[in-house]
């Protein structure tokens, strides 16, 4: 079976310091893994993707996030936050089985303090 | 590249019409699209797998004499509501599969969304 937990529903930094977006997987294959970005009454917006590749993954907007085998999860983090990241972010996971289907993150509602 | 849209973008109806929706992949070919539902502050429900030339696969719960999907060719898919009723309403967004940009034919294909169509029903 796969899951995933984005563990904070909620993220509010100041502007300019860092961004940290947490999210955890459960897989029995080899998963790829993606971060997408949805702004208000918007489509998903592909940030980054894994695919057993490089664990450190770079993205849009300066966005990274690294895949950590042994602790499952795969976190979104950026260096300084910028007025429009505020976004809603959401985690996605598909393992490559015969049964593979994307299961979705609940979100993580990202805001930014001036 | 790898662009998706949706049309329209936002509908209202009465209760008791059908609605349509199409998804388009614009510079792509996908043999695979997928539809969701996305209630407000939420995450987003797949409702369906459309494959081109074929039947969709629908979900758990998902009635599929409701809504309807047509995958007629490798770059449309549509969604048609039948007899929309106000519970109906929400945010609508689809997805399509470019298996070149990712692994060869693989199921973790990078999926590509439309913009999303927000269907109101009085």
């Known amino acids: 079976a796969q899951s995933v937990t984005q563990l904070d529903s909620h993220v509010s930094v100041s502007e300019g310091t860092p961004v940290l977006l947490r999210c955890n997987y459960s897989?029995?294959?080899?998963?790829?893994l993606f971060w997408y970005v949805q702004h208000p009454n918007k489509g998903l917006q592909l940030l980054l993707k894994y695919t057993s590749a490089a664990t450190l993954v770079k993205g849009i907007n300066g966005f990274e996030a690294e895949f950590k085998k042994s602790e499952t999860s795969f976190h979104l983090t950026k260096p300084s936050a910028h007025m429009s990241d505020a976004a809603e972010y959401f985690c996605v996971v598909i393992s490559y089985s015969s049964a593979s289907k994307i299961i979705f993150g609940s979100g993580t509602r990202l805001s930014i303090r001036p | 590249g790898a662009v998706v849209s949706q049309h329209p973008s936002r509908v209202i109806c009465k209760s008791g019409t059908s609605v349509k929706i199409e998804c388009r992949s614009l510079?792509?070919?996908?043999?695979?699209m997928f539809w969701y539902r996305q209630f407000p502050k939420q995450s987003l429900m797949l409702m369906a797998t459309s494959n081109e030339g074929s039947k969709a696969t629908y979900e758990q719960g998902v009635e599929k004499d409701k809504f309807l999907i047509n995958h007629a060719s490798l770059t449309l898919s549509t969604l048609t509501v039948t007899s929309a009723h106000p519970e109906d309403s929400s945010f609508y967004i689809c997805?399509?599969?470019?298996?070149?940009?990712?692994?060869?034919?693989?199921?973790?294909?990078?999926?590509?969304f439309g913009p999303g169509t927000r269907l109101t029903v009085l």
């Open positions: 897989s029995s294959y080899s998963p790829s």
């Open positions: 997805s399509a599969r470019d298996p070149l940009r990712g692994l060869a034919g693989g199921p973790t294909d990078t999926q590509y």
């Open positions: 510079d792509f070919q996908a043999t695979t």
